[in-house]
């Protein structure tokens, strides 16, 4: 069954109690929490995941967010995020807890889901060919992201590269895409129909907001994509849209300088990041206008040959 | 298994260290000249900065020979090259 079909007291039950399991890409998560914000934002944001009986299903992740005592819950109340009983961070203010729980369950995967290549950056499909969007913060990328998968692109992760390193194609993870700061006005304006989370404020990375995944990508959440383009966005005010090839060796390092696990796969690691770097074209991408770079990508995608069915 | 995995890209390439788990960059010139040393091990280094300049289209003069200099220290540094 997918989690908006259970009612929101039945979820919050289940929070509270044994935990809610729900399958994200290809991870299972026992999540449990008894904070109202985060039974609201799985509501808000995971209604088409797919949940079931925390009893009965096993979980590849365990991860509980709560306060961290009772006196914390009235004196500037806090949150923890755990895994697998393990407390991996430092407690963060209460508003937080969403935001937590997101970046939590990045960490969780990045630092366990060693079955792919993990590169920190956004990735969309069109047309069976995936997009990789590596660049460091503050370069727009999330902001395009957002910008894509609300033009048609499918999104397949805004955070998580995941590269099978068997098969060598992306996996998708499409959960909610976090914007910040500027790009959660300038996404509401994009797209008034996107649906946006409550910000939480002050937080490491500024103002943070959570946008639900489209339904279509969620939908074909286990349908992977071969890749297609590395393309480093830079959001520069007043720039034309920009395409400029860039150096293939330079772009493998730059990947597996920003891989989660790149050092722990050792030679693996190498072969999966440069047969990746072969079958991509890679490109500097510079724009001002969320609406243009959308434009640019669609030629690219266009131009393209389709990929056969991954 | 060999020390060093080697993959090409066009002019440039990367390397994979095996034994330190180490990944490197080569750049044009770098990986021309590795490949001129590995390729034709009988030349010495005046007769590679002539090859390579030859093939740079550019005077094997002492700019370029400071390049050349710079990028077989670079090689050496990674152990794709022998220290004299």
Same mark, same amino acid.
């Given at each position: ?6 009612? #929101?007291?039945?979820? %919050?039950?289940? $929070?509270?109690?044994?935990?809610? @399991? ?17 039974? /609201?934002?799985?509501?808000?944001? +995971?209604?088409?995941? /797919? ?15 709560? &306060? ?13 995020? *755990? ?9 963060? #203010?209460?508003?937080? =807890? +969403? ?16 079955? +792919? ?7 969309? /499909? ?7 969007? #590596?660049?460091? #913060? ?5 902001? $395009? ?5 609300? &033009?048609? @692109?499918? $999104? ?16 998708? $993870? ?16 994009? *797209?008034?129909? =996107?649906?946006?989370?409550?910000? *939480? ?18 939908? %074909?959440?286990? /349908?992977?994509?071969?890749?297609? @383009? ?8 007043? &720039? ?11 772009t493998f390092m730059f990947l597996a300088q920003n891989a989660f696990n790149y050092s722990q796969l ?8 440069? %047969?990746? !770097?072969?079958?991509?074209e890679c490109y500097d991408f510079q724009y001002s206008q969320l609406d243009q770079a959308v434009a ?13 069915? =991954? | 298994?060999? %020390?060093?995995? !080697? ?12 034994? *330190?788990?180490d990944t490197h960059y080569l750049t044009p010139l770098a990986h021309a000249l590795y490949m001129t &040393? ?39 540094? !990674? ?6």
């Amino acid at each position: 069954m997918k989690l908006l079909q259970l009612s #929101p007291s039945s979820l %919050r039950k289940h $929070l509270a109690g044994q935990g809610v @399991w729900l399958r994200t890409g290809p991870f299972s998560l026992r999540i449990q929490s008894r904070l109202p914000r985060v039974a /609201e934002g799985l509501i808000e944001l +995971y209604g088409q995941f /797919e949940v079931r009986d925390s009893n009965l299903a096993f979980a590849d992740f365990h991860v509980e967010i709560n &306060s961290p005592s009772m006196l914390r819950r009235w004196f500037r109340p806090q949150v923890n995020f *755990s895994f697998d009983g393990d407390l991996p961070f430092k407690p963060l #203010p209460l508003d937080q =807890a +969403y935001p937590m729980l997101e970046w939590g369950l990045n960490w969780s995967i990045s630092m366990h889901a060693h079955q +792919y290549l993990i590169i920190h950056a956004g990735v969309v /499909e069109k047309n069976g060919l995936a997009a990789i969007l #590596p660049a460091p #913060p503050g370069s727009g990328k999330s902001t $395009l992201t957002a910008g894509l998968v609300l &033009s048609g @692109w499918r $999104l397949l992760s805004d955070e998580l590269t995941l590269i099978d390193r068997k098969t060598g194609l992306i996996q998708p $993870l499409p959960r909610p895409v976090s914007l910040k700061n500027e790009s959660i006005p300038l996404i509401r304006d994009f *797209s008034p129909d =996107a649906f946006i989370n409550r910000a *939480s404020h002050d937080t490491a990375k500024g103002t943070v907001a959570h946008m639900r995944p489209p339904k279509e990508s969620v939908r %074909r959440q286990h /349908e992977p994509a071969r890749p297609g @383009w590395v393309i480093f966005p830079k959001w520069s005010a007043d &720039s034309s849209t920009t395409l400029t090839p860039r150096s293939k060796a330079q772009t493998f390092m730059f990947l597996a300088q920003n891989a989660f696990n790149y050092s722990q796969l050792g030679a693996d690691g190498f072969r999966v990041g440069t %047969r990746l !770097i072969e079958q991509a074209e890679c490109y500097d991408f510079q724009y001002s206008q969320l609406d243009q770079a959308v434009a640019a990508f669609d030629r690219l995608a266009n131009a393209a040959p389709a990929a056969k069915a =991954a | 298994m060999a %020390r060093f995995q !080697i993959k090409c890209f066009e002019h440039e390439a990367v390397v994979f260290d095996t034994a *330190s788990g180490d990944t490197h960059y080569l750049t044009p010139l770098a990986h021309a000249l590795y490949m001129t &040393s590995r390729d034709q091990p009988g030349k010495n280094l005046s007769e590679m900065t002539t090859a390579l300049a030859l093939s740079f289209e550019v005077e094997p003069d002492m700019h370029f020979g400071q390049l050349i200099d710079h990028a077989m220290a670079s090689l050496q540094q !990674i152990g794709l090259l022998e220290t004299p």
